[in-house]
């Protein structure tokens, strides 16, 4: 429950993790994924697959809370929420109500790096589905009393997963802390005040900025040919006209030039501690060697972090690693709860020792086999739904720049070596790299004072 | 493993999901063919093959669960299951870890009020492996002193852990308040008393007099043959010796008289998270599917009744919902949402008021339209994988229900009708015999509530246990 997803309604779903899981050893390029690339530059991805009559549809927009500015933080979530609120033809309301009512569900999230719409639908439905997408993208409309009830929606969304949970909370605190320049600092879900305070205006701006056809990429896995689906797309989507991406993120966050600490008092029956480390962006070299490295350190309880805090020294409640799929630099982070009576610092030296241990020596052989193995049957685990692949499939297009590197991750994991994985510890995982963000039960605190 | 297989393993798996038939327009989504046979020692075993994806699936449920677990000592169950994977008669806790994440295998088993779930996912070529892994665990447990410490000492921090989010335990307060000293009252993982009462011995004679052959439902789907599985099926589990346990009974409780409210003070909550409701019902009630249809339109969906009330129309919340959590005997149901502590009684009120509208209007041939439409549209995902298989057949089979509930759902649920509605929402839908438990800011809602209930109980989220309050240990 530590990878926190901010959307439409409360899913958890894919994390950089997931992403990675789903490399696999692989030369074969005949994956049946067919791709146009529409007049006015969206790209299509299509995988038929006819074993249930059901379709997934994504569409990722590159655009997410680093596109924001300060004052109006929050505010790709937010539009996120307002997409469904009414356009043209569908009006406020009508888009839930005429999907569900054809067999149809629907959801949304909002990262740092884009916006990502989901409809789950019969294959029935299917020309309908073209329809309402193509009446939001163009046509979306800003109705006051709607933005009014949405931002009450929003601020309750970040009561649940902020406010009222630390896990949450103490993330937020890490990225604003661990980022001093990149727009990685602020919250998908955006500060309060931010959310209490944008206009219409900085709505209408949002849209024109970030919602062009060729701002977007559409994955379609199921009960569908991909000839069908394009010429929905052809008379949906493709008369959409486009316009100018979001202008490029220029700020490069500056290196990390000593550890940065900071504690959250909070009511709380355990404490947490969350550690952050700048690493890579997604598309880069380093991450396959990231991936294994992640693998031997947290995967499983024979992971070398579960040994040593949860099992041996029975420090830690849990311990896991996250990154997201992100566009620019960021973080990976490490979250574990002491258990009750243990000092989080000791959690926090427990997770250096083991650190120190990958940088001081290679991992085994079977340490490394192992890591291959949990890749395949991830991949196999995650592409076993029409779901799960058109969200792999989109992830990859987006964030990697091509579906294709799904295949090519196999040689490059193959390519990993024992001591890339300890080239990737040393380089990432110092301690000037690091920013520790500790919430520490407020009553306790108190009493020790 | 060896790396060419895995390729064309990947390979076919490729090939297959593209060669795969389309579904014939207009044919009802039906399970996928399965057997049914019975070991010699009485293990009851049901067999689905499922190709096109290299895994195998097990789920398998030990016919009692934590309603069986003695009172005091909630949690036995569960603790007894999560440590069948830490040590066995032929594996340490570590090695076990080590063997099953080799093959990047998983195996998870916990306790639920009704029975004990089990469950392995490996890959296909790793079958032995992963069979004598499941084995190993399910027969030979052998419950080390040391491995039994940690289990029950991190069980009570993850009780702990839990209260800090009141999303996560809000259900066991509400079961608890609902139910009383009934079994579905207490909490299945345990409290902070109960757990620090169980010692090794209660758990050995747990396991000892619970997981026997004749009492356990095995479920294997995914990519195998069926006869060289039952085979492999009779040299693995065919070894536990056979044994009958008498059937866990649960009586029906009786559903709730009245108005009560229970509130469970977080001083820091900024955000009330309430739930609504009575006993509901039992898994195989013969009105099963037309409550599923007036609960999609009530609260099963996001365009439903409570979410377009408490969200859509006011944005007092960021979800309503509603559930009937069916079971061997009637389980609770509830509604479900939360909002800020200015708008507690603004939005109860307003669930309230969709629930009376629901009894007073019933509701609309096209609201019948559009649920079943849903219910019908959504259903072919959720028996997609063998994962999904293997627990619903099973499930089926311990609930006494059969492939019916999957080939005859779209029949089903289309012969519900505004009457048959009219009769579900009087017989299973309360009105006035209401229940709520309420997680909040005692001092900022507490008087505003108390017009709800002529009975109010209270106690803070960090007192130990849930509801009832636990007695003080010996």
């Known amino acids: ?449 | 493993m060896t790396r060419a297989r895995n390729e064309l393993r990947l390979l076919a798996f490729l090939m297959l999901l593209f060669l795969l038939c389309p579904a014939a327009p207009g044919q009802s989504l039906r399970l996928p063919p399965h057997e049914k046979f019975v070991l010699k020692n009485g293990l009851t075993v049901l067999l689905l093959e499922k190709r096109g994806v290299p895994l195998i699936s097990i789920f398998a449920i030990v016919k009692t669960g934590a309603a069986a677990d003695p009172t005091g000592e909630e949690g036995l169950a569960s603790v007894t299951a999560a440590l069948l994977r830490k040590g066995t008669k032929n594996r340490t806790a570590q090695q076990f870890s080590a063997d099953l994440d080799y093959i990047g295998g998983s195996f998870s088993a916990d306790a639920g009020a009704d029975f004990t779930a089990i469950s392995a996912e490996f890959l296909t070529k790793d079958l032995a492996r992963g069979l004598e892994l499941f084995s190993d665990a399910v027969l030979h447990p052998t419950f080390p002193q040391s491995e039994t410490d940690k289990i029950l000492a991190q069980s009570l921090d993850g009780v702990k852990a839990a209260k800090d989010e009141p999303n996560s335990v809000l259900g066991l307060y509400y079961a608890g308040y609902l139910y009383g000293a009934h079994s579905y009252g207490r909490p299945s993982d345990g409290d902070e008393v109960s757990l620090k009462r169980i010692q090794r011995d209660a758990i050995t004679k747990c396991y000892e007099a619970n997981y026997a052959p004749g009492d356990t439902i095995l479920g294997v789907a995914g990519e195998f043959d069926a006869a060289e599985m039952r085979k492999k099926l009779e040299e693995t589990l065919g070894a536990w010796p056979a044994r009958s346990v008498p059937n866990m009974a649960i009586p029906a409780a009786a559903p709730a008289k009245g108005k009560k409210l229970l509130l469970i003070d977080k001083p820091d909550a900024t955000q009330t998270y309430f739930a609504i409701g009575n006993i509901g019902t039992a898994a195989n009630d013969p009105d099963r599917v037309a409550i599923r249809v007036v609960n999609t339109i009530f609260g099963g969906r996001f365009t439903s009744e409570l979410n377009e009330a408490l969200r859509v129309e006011s944005g007092y919340t960021y979800g309503a919902s509603s559930f009937f959590d069916s079971r061997k005997a009637p389980g609770p149901f509830g509604i479900f949402s939360f909002t800020k502590n200015e708008t507690t009684t603004p939005a109860i009120d307003l669930a309230l008021q969709v629930l009376e509208k629901l009894h007073k209007n019933g509701v609309t041939e096209e609201q019948l339209k559009s649920a079943k439409s849903y219910i019908k549209g959504q259903f072919p995902p959720t028996i997609e994988t063998s994962g999904q298989l293997a627990r619903r057949i099973v499930v089926n089979e311990f609930y006494g229900l059969n492939d019916d509930e999957v080939n005859q759902l779209e029949a089903r649920v289309d012969a519900v009708t505004p009457a048959i509605a009219k009769q579900v929402i009087e017989k299973h839908f309360p009105l006035d015999n209401l229940v709520f438990v309420l997680i909040g800011k005692a001092s900022a809602v507490g008087p505003a509530v108390k017009k709800y209930a002529d009975k109010v109980d209270g106690r803070s989220i960090t007192e130990p246990g849930f509801w009832p309050p636990p007695a003080a240990p010996k």
């Open chain 1, 1 to 449: 429950m530590k990878t926190i997803r901010y959307g439409r309604t409360a899913l958890l779903l894919l994390c950089a993790w997931g992403l990675a899981s789903s490399e696999v050893r692989a030369q074969s390029q005949e994956f049946p994924v067919t791709t146009r690339t529409l007049k006015n530059g969206m790209k299509v991805l299509v995988q038929p697959d006819h074993s249930i009559p059901n379709v997934a549809l994504y569409i990722f927009y590159r655009i997410g809370s680093r596109n924001e500015r300060p004052g109006t933080t929050g505010l790709s979530h937010f539009f996120e929420h307002m997409m469904f609120n009414g356009a043209k033809k569908y009006g406020p309301g009508d888009l839930d109500k005429v999907m569900e009512a054809n067999g149809g569900s629907n959801n949304a999230y909002t990262t740092q790096n884009v916006t990502v719409y989901q409809d789950w639908f019969p294959r029935s439905a299917l020309s309908l589905i073209y329809d309402i997408e193509s009446d939001r993208i163009r046509d979306l409309t800003f109705d006051p009393k709607k933005i009014a009830s949405e931002r009450e929606v929003v601020a309750s969304e970040r009561r649940l997963s902020v406010d009222n949970n630390n896990f949450g909370l103490l993330d937020e605190q890490l990225w604003a802390s661990a980022f001093i320049a990149h727009t990685y600092q602020w919250p998908v879900l955006g500060w309060m005040s931010d959310i209490e305070h944008w206009t219409m205006d900085d709505l209408k701006h949002h849209f024109e900025m970030g919602y062009s056809p060729g701002n977007a990429t559409m994955v379609v896995v199921g009960d569908v040919s991909s000839e069908e689906i394009f010429q929905l797309c052809e008379k949906y989507i493709e008369p959409i006209p486009t316009h100018a991406p979001p202008p490029p993120v220029t700020t490069v966050e500056p290196e990390q030039l000593g550890e940065r600490r900071l504690v959250v008092h909070k009511p709380a029956e355990l404490p947490i501690v969350m550690i952050g480390y700048h690493v890579s962006e997604t598309n880069n070299a380093d991450f396959y060697a990231l991936n294994i490295l992640r693998s031997v350190l947290f995967q499983g309880e024979s992971s070398r972090m579960y040994q040593r805090l949860v099992d041996k020294d029975q420090l830690a409640l849990d311990v896991s690693a996250d990154v997201e799929p992100a566009f620019d630099p960021t973080l990976a982070i490490i979250t574990a709860q002491p258990r009750q009576g243990v000092d989080p610092q000791a959690c926090e030296k427990a997770i250096y020792e083991e650190l120190e241990k990958v940088k001081g020596a290679p991992i085994s052989d079977q340490e490394l086999e192992k890591a291959k193995n949990n890749r395949l049957v991830e991949f196999y685990r995650q592409m076993r739904t029409i779901n799960g692949r058109a969200n792999t499939i989109g992830t990859y297009e987006v964030f990697m720049g091509d579906y294709h590197k799904l295949f090519d991750a196999a040689k490059s994991y193959s390519a990993v070596t024992k001591e890339d994985v300890e080239r990737v510890a040393k380089k990432y995982f110092g301690a000037n790299n690091r920013t520790v963000a500790t919430l520490l039960p407020a009553d306790e605190e108190k009493a020790k004072q």
